[in-house]
């Protein structure tokens, strides 16, 4: 079992930054990718950023060169930060982990207005 803890989401002004983090535990050994995915009202859930174990990265278009996924290994945790938000950035994000079956956090929600 794998449990995931999000934080870091809220109200931000369009042009914002706002950084989430995702704390993995539990069976942490069997993780062999963390990735963010955000839920808009009406709309399907879709992936945000992924990275994988060894350390390769991908982005949805829509937040390429604004948004940037990392991780501190020594603390089981994967960050997304977010520049440049627009309105259309609204939505829940979901902290997801891959560990034979998928793992998701309780949801974030971000909020991108002024």
């Known amino acids: 079992q794998v449990q995931l803890v999000e934080s870091g989401g809220g109200l931000v002004q369009p042009g914002g930054s706002l950084r989430l983090s995702c704390a993995a535990s539990?069976?942490?050994?069997?993780?062999?990718?963390m990735g963010w995915y955000r839920q808009a009202p009406g709309k399907q859930r879709e992936l945000v950023a992924a990275?994988?174990?060894?350390?390769?990265?991908n982005y949805a278009d829509s937040v390429k060169g604004r948004f940037t996924i990392s991780r501190d290994n020594a603390k089981n945790t994967v960050y997304l930060q977010m520049n440049s938000l627009k309105p259309e950035d609204t939505a829940v994000y979901y902290c997801n982990a891959e560990a034979g079956s998928d793992y998701w956090g309780q949801g974030t929600q971000v909020t991108v207005s002024s």
């Open positions: 539990g069976s942490i050994f069997s993780i062999y990718a």
């Open positions: 990275i994988t174990s060894g350390g390769s990265t």
